[in-house]
C-alpha cells in the first residue's frame, strides 16, 4: 500500500453556533419606569384638568370690578374669605350642605345596594324573561330624564312630597346604569363554583349575598359609589323643581346667588367653590381606597 493510498481521520472543527439576540427581560419584581415625555404629558393633563378649580378660586379671591377689567386677574386676591362668608350667609349653605349630604349619601347607599342584588341576579341566577328583563332595563338609558320630569313631579304631589327631600331621593335610588355596571363586572369576577360551593355549605341566599357576592362585587361598588355620590351631589335639573328656596341643596342654594341688577361673580364663584370642596374633601379622603379597589379588581379579573 502506497503512501498516497493512506487516508488520515479528518478531525471535526466545531463551528460556533450563532448568537441568539439577547432581549431584555424584565424580572417579576421590577417595576417599569416612566420616560421624561410620560412626564410631561402627565403634567400638562394635570395643569388642564386643575385649571378650571383654580380659576374658580382666583375669582372668588377678587372683587366683581377687578373680574371685568381686561385681562383678568391671573392671582389669588385678598378677598377670598370675605366672598365665602357673602355666599354661605346669601345661599343658606349650611342647611343646603346637610340637604345634599343626606340626599345623596341616600341615593349612593340605594343605588349601589340595589344595583348590585339587580347585577347579581342578572349575572347568576336563572329565571325566565332575564334576557327580556335586562334589555328593558337598559332601554330605559335611552330615554331622555326631561320626558318624566312632568309626570313624576304630578306623582310627587299626589304623594304631598313636594320640598321634601324624599321628592329628590325616591327616583333615583336605583339606576339602570348602575344595575347594567355590576351585572357586567360579576359576570367576570364571581365564579359560579364559588356559589355552587357555598350551597353545598348550606348558606342561604342572604348569606351567598352577604359572604360571596359583596367581598367580589367591592371593588366595582366603590367605583358605582362615587360616581353615583358624585352626580347627586352635582345634580340641579330635578332639585330646581322638586324644592324651593327655604328647604334647598346646593345646587339650589347656588341659584339664589347673583340675583342682583349687576351679578356679583365673586360672590358665584365663592358659592360654586364652597359647593365642590366636599367632592374634594370626599375623594382625598376616600381616593386611595377607590383606587386599590380599582387595582385589585383587575389583578383578580
Known sequence: MTTSE?????EKVPVPAARAPRRRVMGAGKQMH???LTYAVLVVFALVSLAPLVWTAIAASRTNTRLA????PLWFGGNLFKNLQTAWDQAGMGTAMFNSTVV???ITIGTVLFSTLAGFAFAKLKFRFSSTLLLLTIGTMMIPPQLAVVPLYLWMADLHWSNHL???ILPTLVSAFGTFFMRQYLVQALPTELIEAARVDGASSLRVVWHVVFPAARPAMAVLGLLTFVMAWNDFLWPIIALNQQNPTVQVA????GTGYIPDQSVIMAGALLGTL???IAFLLFGKQIVG???QGAVKG
Open 34 to 36: 416612566a420616560g421624561p
Open 69 to 72: 377689567q381686561t385681562p383678568p
Open 6 to 10: 493512506l487516508t488520515l481521520p479528518q
Open 104 to 106: 345623596a349619601g341616600t
Open 278 to 280: 366636599p367632592l374634594l
Open 166 to 168: 324624599q321628592t329628590v
Open 293 to 295: 379597589g380599582i387595582m
Open 254 to 257: 347656588l341659584n339664589s346667588l
